[in-house]
């Protein structure tokens, strides 16, 4: 019987198609389109959790603030500037140190208080002592280049820019900066918090709006308790250093950076150039502040006047008399 030819292995198949040009750019057009609307949800949830991450980060400061204040009898100085609001900027008799240096052991940052107070007077953090700015001491220096992780906000890129200030106010009542270019400012750590100092800190025409971290101040929180309350007055807020919406030349170093008014710039508006006096920050539409009993909340971009504004100067004091629980959402 004669054999059955032999069958190709493909017999019985149907030929295969290749894409044409056209279906593969439709497909990729296809692609792109959904990767286009997916973008825009990713970069929400990453900002999302960023904004969380920045929140759980003024929230440690706040409390950090509280245990130093259980250790201490009274909450950290917002600032080490000159004694008296009338005192001319004397730089022998000023500190310059900022809240955020005085809570680094409640942070878990203690080797770097340690290296910071190496070879300073013990009173040296004192609100009421004088000394020299600690920059021409070696020990500090070198601790206030240490990048705290606590102190940046994940939604920012302050820790990456190369001038590092810090902001107060001096004699006259005029909010003026100070700081240092590259390489001294490149160097230096860098943060987005800065304590609340009130409407105007210690200046005494507005003494009544003074906050809970002013300069050299020295507030317990049972006083703030029994006037305003905690959850009522504003301890922390985000600040970026600089005008949101113009190139970035600025932030705050921490070791420096003590506390901002409330009545000089509120949170400006973008590509306003006093920016750098004022809270802000890069989360779409929000602020964010902790409170004095270490809850943290969203105020609204902008607040340059009006309603807002007073609002604002308010919460920024614990002792104007004002109970507020003014925060939009």
């Given amino acids: 019987m004669p054999s059955r030819p032999h069958q190709p292995a493909h017999a019985g198949r149907p030929p295969r198609r290749a894409f044409t040009l056209i279906e593969l750019l439709v497909v990729i057009a296809i692609i792109a389109t959904l990767i286009g609307l997916l973008l825009p949800a990713v970069q929400k949830v990453r900002e999302a959790a960023a904004r969380m991450s920045c929140q759980n980060n003024l929230k440690q400061v706040a409390l950090a603030a509280h245990s130093y204040e259980t250790a201490n009898g009274v909450l950290p100085p917002g600032t080490l500037f000159q004694l008296r609001p009338a005192d001319k900027y004397d730089p022998a008799r000023n500190q310059g140190v900022g809240v ?45 280049q240490a990048k705290v992780k606590t102190f940046l906000c994940p939604s920012d890129t302050a820790d990456a820019v190369s001038n590092a200030t810090y902001s107060v106010l001096d004699g006259t009542g005029a909010l003026k900066m100070w700081g240092w270019g590259s390489p001294y400012g490149t160097a230096l750590g860098k943060t987005n918090y800065l304590g609340v100092s009130g409407y105007a800190d210690t200046l005494p025409k507005y003494d009544q709006y003074v906050g809970l971290l002013a300069n050299r101040s020295e507030v317990t929180l049972a006083q703030a308790t029994a006037r305003d309350g905690l959850s009522n007055t504003l301890m922390f807020g985000e600040a970026l250093g600089d005008a949101e919406g113009l190139p970035r030349a600025y932030a705050r170093a921490w070791v420096y950076a003590g506390t901002l008014p409330t009545g000089y710039a509120g949170i400006p508006e973008p590509k306003n150039p006093a920016g750098w006096a004022g809270f802000g920050s890069r989360h779409p539409g929000v602020v964010q502040f902790a409170l004095g009993d270490g809850s943290v909340k969203k105020l609204p971009k902008y607040i340059t006047g009006g309603y807002a504004f007073s609002q604002l100067a308010y919460l920024s004091g614990w002792r104007d008399g004002r109970t507020l629980t003014w925060f939009p959402e």
């Fill in 100 to 144: 955020l240096a005085h809570l680094l052991p409640y942070l878990e940052q203690g080797n770097v208080f340690g290296v910071l107070m190496s070879g300073m007077p013990g009173d040296y953090l004192s609100p009421k002592a004088s000394y020299p700015d600690l920059s021409g001491f070696p020990g500090p220096w070198s601790a206030a």
